[in-house]
């Protein structure tokens, strides 16, 4: 985004709204555009300006690999456009799909276990099938979601209630270095209860289906689910026991309408997609020079390995078995590993 519309967008007093209508009627000037709203914001963006605000976004979002985008940019997701609001300006780190192939998976923070792995069954069919598996980071079903994605090797992509650099919750900051990711808030912005019902209206809004997992009747994924609904995506939910709180949200969206996920081929029937062969997972970056060293050694014992590759063998230990979750490791009798 550059640097003056990115100065008008930060201006106080300046909504989605307002910026956009702006934009419309002085497309080549972000002064004339401010001078549109009235002398008061004509005011305020000149502060703006001067302060250097938007500059140091600008090299704060650089530093990070982050970008910052616009309507009418590069790489501004068409899907946010459908939004009456669409974000302005919005930061985004990694590449973003196209809505029609993505697919969000959402649900209670507090999930039973048997959710989390469902949620994980279904993201890893997604996955395996192509689509973008998109979620909210949080604990529960969204992390699940993601983390069947990621070890299918497939893409995935989370909107957060906090700025690019506050990720939230703080547990899943080396999840969050795997994906792709946008927010909303300006750097330096915590996580506020009032902005997880605007990050989900961003999840709506770039994916094609909602699928509800787990969600009691008070549940940020059901207003996903309206909003999905407000956008013309699709909404599916997955059916739970009757008496269970836990899945009284997502029962009620089927008995309203919304078609069961009973398992994770029927959801991909449901949205024409199809498995494609299984490709492996690339290991992350920090377990690169262990996953090397494994293919080196063949099959070996951990304090080997350690010893071969220069590592801690506490290390070593909590590697292997993140690495046997990817696929990438193999536990073998006597306590010997291989990879995959």
């Known amino acids: 985004m550059e640097a003056r519309w990115l100065a008008l967008a930060l201006t106080p007093g300046v909504g989605p709204r307002r910026f956009l209508k702006a934009k419309a009627r002085h497309p080549e000037d972000p ?4 001078g549109a709203l009235g002398p008061d914001i004509l005011a305020a963006y000149r502060k ?3 302060e250097g605000v938007a500059q140091r976004v600008l090299e704060r979002a650089e530093a990070l690999g982050v970008r910052v985008l616009g309507p009418g940019d590069s790489g501004y997701p068409e899907g946010l456009l ?7 300006p919005l930061f985004a780190k ?3 799909p196209p809505w029609e192939g993505a697919v969000a998976i959402v649900g209670t923070r507090r999930a039973s276990p048997w959710a989390k792995g ?3 069954e279904l993201a890893r069919a997604l996955a395996e099938a192509g689509a973008t598996v998109v979620s909210g980071l949080a604990r529960g079903i969204d992390a699940a979601a993601h983390r069947g994605a990621l070890e299918a090797g497939g893409e995935t992509l989370a909107l957060l209630g906090s700025a690019l650099d506050r990720i939230y919750p703080p547990e899943h900051r080396e999840l969050a270095e795997r994906m792709a ?3 909303e808030f300006p750097f330096g912005t915590g996580p506020r209860p009032e902005h997880f019902p605007r990050r989900n209206r961003l999840i709506a809004a770039l994916v094609r289906a909602v699928v509800v997992v787990e969600a009691p009747e008070r549940s940020g994924a059901l207003i996903t689910a ?7 995506r699709e909404v599916l939910a997955v059916p739970g026991r009757p008496t269970d709180g836990k899945s009284l949200g997502a029962n009620r969206l089927i008995q309203d309408g919304a078609a069961p996920v009973l398992d994770p081929e029927a959801l991909l029937l449901h949205l024409g997609l199809e498995r494609r ?6 290991p992350p970056p920090h377990l690169e020079a262990l996953y090397r060293a494994l293919r080196e050694a063949g099959e070996v014992l951990p304090d080997d390995l350690a010893q071969q590759a220069g590592l801690e063998a506490s290390a070593v230990l909590a590697g292997l078995a993140e690495l046997e979750l990817l696929g990438l490791a193999e536990a073998l009798p006597g306590g010997r590993y291989r990879a995959r």
């Open 48 to 50: 703006v300006r001067e």
């Open 31 to 34: 002064e004339a555009a401010a």
């Open 118 to 120: 469902f949620s994980w």
């Open 277 to 282: 062969p299984k490709a492996r997972p690339a």
């Open 94 to 96: 990694g590449e973003l």
């Open 181 to 183: 990711l946008v927010s």
């Open 226 to 232: 309206r909003y999905a609904l407000e956008l013309g």
């Open 82 to 88: 459908h939004l009456a609001d669409p974000p302005v």
